[in-house]
């Protein structure tokens, strides 16, 4: 647990791995950064950022943005045009947590696909890729997500994603990956970033997730692309100016926080044992692979057992009728995880 933590040890938040207080060492860091114009593409601090992350995911270059929606949304509008598909898994976060950005920014209709924990099955996306033809729009970007929020944070298996990225080349299609938590998958499936970063012509990576940095995600793609994606930020409101004091606290967070990952995907399985104590309650979306765990309360109404834990100091979020979510991170430690499991056991009782 982060020493800042400590200002709130009453309670134990598990509503998101968005929590997260920034740690001591990101707080000088931000103090200390030097700083310049990022706008005009000469702030330090910020290129060191973007160079040390394309250099983990083999990559030409990377784009520092304000949040992981905005990656994902510049991606969408330079692989495609107004009026055609994204084909993208149901359930997914450009598809519905980004607030149909794809139609309002972009003028593109979402192609939703059956996938199983995160994977698009392939004949699926093997019928849907295509060119414009007879009344039917154009459909020439795959958007895939690992780890996958609302399949109960399940890993993406590499080998299927290479399956998918094959098929979208045989097309002529592109691929981006929203990958708001992949150090997490690859934490947990020990796949090198680089083997990610070949499975797709553009990826987005969150910083202000599991890895705890307070602002910040990074799109990383071949250097042409950067270039005008640059533009394309500036145009949805994105260009910031002496950034580096977000960018020092994100370095931070890339080199000390990774190694952490392993502790909160323990926690989350730990979690899910508890649970499964208890008569009525399962996981809807399968076993627990990183740092989400999606518990169905059968029977029971979600919101009221997550207000009863709230009145313990135990903040989760409600996500159905039966359904509750809870994440775990670097601000959650052993004894919150045990306290989590006492309340959880006395809001059911």
């Known amino acids: 647990m982060s020493e800042t933590a400590h200002e709130t040890a009453a309670v134990?938040?598990?509503?998101?791995?968005?929590v997260t207080r920034p740690t001591p060492a990101m707080r000088q860091a931000m103090a200390d950064a030097v700083v310049g114009d990022d706008v005009l593409g000469d702030d330090p601090t910020v290129r060191e950022l973007e160079q040390e992350v394309a250099g983990l995911f083999g990559r030409d270059d990377a784009l520092f943005v304000p949040s992981g929606s905005q990656g994902n949304q510049i991606a969408a509008h330079l692989h495609t045009a107004p009026g055609q598909e994204?084909?993208?898994?149901?359930?997914?976060?450009?598809?519905?947590?980004?607030?149909?950005?794809?139609?309002?920014?972009?003028?593109?209709?979402a192609r939703p696909l059956l996938a199983d924990r995160g994977r698009i099955d392939p004949d699926e996306v093997r019928a849907t890729l295509r060119p414009a033809g007879g009344f039917r729009p154009a459909c020439l970007l795959l958007a895939l997500e690992n780890t996958h929020n609302f399949h109960g944070g399940a890993v993406v298996p590499l080998d299927h994603m290479r399956l998918l990225h094959g098929i979208a080349k045989e097309k002529g299609a592109k691929v981006h990956l929203d990958g708001a938590r992949l150090w997490n998958a690859s934490a947990a499936s020990g796949v090198p970033l680089a083997d990610y970063g070949a499975v797709a012509d553009t990826i987005m990576v969150c910083l202000s997730k599991g890895l705890g940095a307070p602002i910040g995600s990074l799109l990383i793609g071949d250097r042409d692309f950067l270039v005008a994606a640059r533009e394309v930020r500036k145009m949805f409101g994105g260009g910031m100016r002496q950034v580096g004091v977000l960018a020092a606290p994100a370095l931070v967070a890339l080199r000390e926080q990774r190694a952490g990952l392993a502790g909160d995907h323990a926690r989350a399985a730990r979690l899910a044992e508890g649970f499964l104590a208890h008569d009525g309650v399962s996981l809807p979306y399968g076993p627990v692979e990183t740092n989400i765990v999606f518990v169905r309360v059968e029977g029971r109404d979600a919101a009221g057992i997550a207000e009863a834990l709230g009145r313990t100091g135990v903040l989760t979020i409600a996500t159905g009728p039966e359904t509750l979510r809870f994440v775990t991170h670097y601000d959650v430690g052993d004894e919150d995880v045990d306290k989590a499991l006492e309340a959880f056991g006395d809001a059911l009782r």
Do not use: P
């Open 12 to 18: 134990a938040d598990f509503r998101s791995d968005t």
């Open 86 to 109: 994204v084909a993208v898994g149901a359930n997914a976060h450009t598809y519905d947590w980004e607030l149909a950005g794809l139609a309002a920014l972009s003028g593109l209709q």
